[in-house]
């Protein structure tokens, strides 16, 4: 059995989420009450591959909300109950979905195994991030192209380059893409430079000189919600992947020569039985889901128990296409442009 922890994407849709649950006191609750609340397992599934495997999983709302973000014991307890109540129930392998892994990693959540009475088994859970990086990459390969935009020369620039999934998307676009010229856009320097030597090139440049420069833009970071783009300033076509979460970037770029696709999203070949993408506002809820938790269910598919994303930095090109080949066979296809149209394929209803 695989697991899906997850959150609202606001406190708002939070409490809309739980009276349609039909859990009242949460619905009519304020921050304080949903601070102290435990994590809820909202339903379980099945899930059916293309090669006919069937797997059962199951979702967990960790009741964390973003606005909790600046509450750092409440974050770190609704991550930790969350992963208690995933093993406690048995689960294989569990993929900390939104804001989760980032608190877990950020809040170094590594060094607190020890939640009550359970001891923590890391192999049971995935940040899923391999395979965002992976899909992220394939949004880029499959998509520039159709807008005219030729890879082998295009300066592609990374916001969010020395993360976890930017480095992976950096290391895949100098091995594998081979694009043109990367642009590492990050704030900490030395962090930077550290990439750049890695990767062996790349430019440094901050975000306002790299945006007019950018044939294609990844967008792995969750920036301000007071960030402001001019979009004249960009490039004719210009290719905008958005990576981050929240994904908010097609309200911040308003030009029609640049393309804005929901970043890290998979679509599944057929329905899941499911209602929790709903939650999380896809225009295909029963197909359309996050690419973290994807993994999950591949590593599932695949009998592969064991922390596969994990830790910061880590994701290898080979563990990248390992993942990728196993999302083709089990029926996901990364969001993309529509061919005939060139719109992105809707997310958001
Ligand atoms: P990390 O924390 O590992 O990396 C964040 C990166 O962003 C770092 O390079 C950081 O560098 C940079 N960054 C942060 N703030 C800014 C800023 N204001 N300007 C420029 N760079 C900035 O995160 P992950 O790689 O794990 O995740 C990246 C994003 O992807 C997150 O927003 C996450 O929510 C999202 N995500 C999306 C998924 C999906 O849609 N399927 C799945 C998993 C994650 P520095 O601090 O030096 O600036």
Known sequence: MFGLIGHSSSFRDARNTARDLGFEDLAEGELDLWCSAPPQLVESFEVTSSTGKTIEGTYIDSCFVPEMLSRFKTATRKVQNAMELAQKRGINITALGGFTSIIFENFNLAKFQQIRSTLLQWDRFTTGNTHTAWVICRQVEQNAPRLGIDLKKAKVAVVGATGDI????????????????????????????????????????????????????????????????????????????????????????????????????????????????????????????????????????????????????????????????????????????????????????
């Not at 990844?218 to 979460?245: F, H």
């Open 166 to 349: 930017g480095s992976a998307v950096c290391r895949w676009m100098a091995n594998k893409t081979g694009v043109g010229e990367l642009l590492l856009v990050a704030r900490q320097q030395q962090r930077l430079e550290d990439l750049r030597e890695e990767l062996g090139g790349g430019r440094i440049l901050t975000l306002e000189q790299a945006l007019p420069e950018a044939d294609v833009v990844v967008w792995v970071a969750s920036l301000p919600q007071t960030l402001e783009i001019d979009s004249n300033s960009l490039r004719k076509p210009c290719l905008m992947i958005d990576g981050g979460y929240p994904k908010n970037l097609d309200s911040k770029v308003m030009s029609e020569h640049v393309t804005v696709l929901k970043g890290g999203i998979v679509e599944f070949a057929r329905d899941i039985g499911w209602q929790m993408m709903t939650v999380a506002d896809m225009a295909n809820p029963r197909r359309q889901l996050f690419a973290c938790f994807a993994e999950a269910m591949l590593l599932e598919f695949e009998g592969i128990h064991t922390n596969f994303s994990w830790g910061r930095n880590n994701i290898t090109l080979e563990a990248m296409e390992q993942i990728g080949m196993a999302s083709i066979r089990h029926g996901f296809s990364a969001l993309g442009i529509d061919p005939k149209t060139l719109n992105p394929q809707p997310l958001a209803a």
